[in-house]
């Protein structure tokens, strides 16, 4: 069974530094990718950023150049540096693990886990 758990969320002031981790545990067969989604009050879930198998990574636009994601393949875990943080950045931060792998038997493996999110607050 496959788990994932996030921390290092907290409060800080604009302008600080956070780093999320998501530590994954379970194993999965097919190929998936590691994303990190946010949700604030009263909006839809947006994306974040991804990394893959290979490490190539993808961010949303208003966190380009600030956000960073890296992942320890030997510790399971997921990162999410995150500087310069705004106001607008305050959200639950939730891990995702995607599955990239549309092979005939990959399609019967599940499609993505989620965790259960870890709280930023940036005050202005």
């Known amino acids: 069974q496959v788990e994932l758990v996030e921390s290092g969320g907290g409060s800080v002031q604009s302008g600080g530094s956070l780093r999320l981790s998501c530590a994954v545990s379970?194993?999965?067969?097919?190929?998936?990718?590691m994303r990190w989604y946010r949700q604030a009050p009263g909006k839809e879930r947006e994306f974040v950023s991804r990394?893959?198998?290979?490490?190539?990574?993808g961010y949303a636009h208003s966190v380009e150049g600030r956000f960073t994601i890296s992942q320890d393949n030997a510790k399971n875990t997921v990162f999410l540096q995150m500087t310069s943080l705004k106001p607008e950045d305050t959200a639950i931060y939730y891990c995702k693990k995607e599955r990239t792998d549309y092979t005939p038997w990959c399609l019967t493996k599940p499609l993505e886990f989620w965790g259960q999110g870890t709280q930023v607050t940036v005050s202005s």
């Open positions: 379970g194993r999965t067969i097919c190929t998936y990718d």
């Open positions: 990394i893959d198998k290979d490490g190539e990574t």
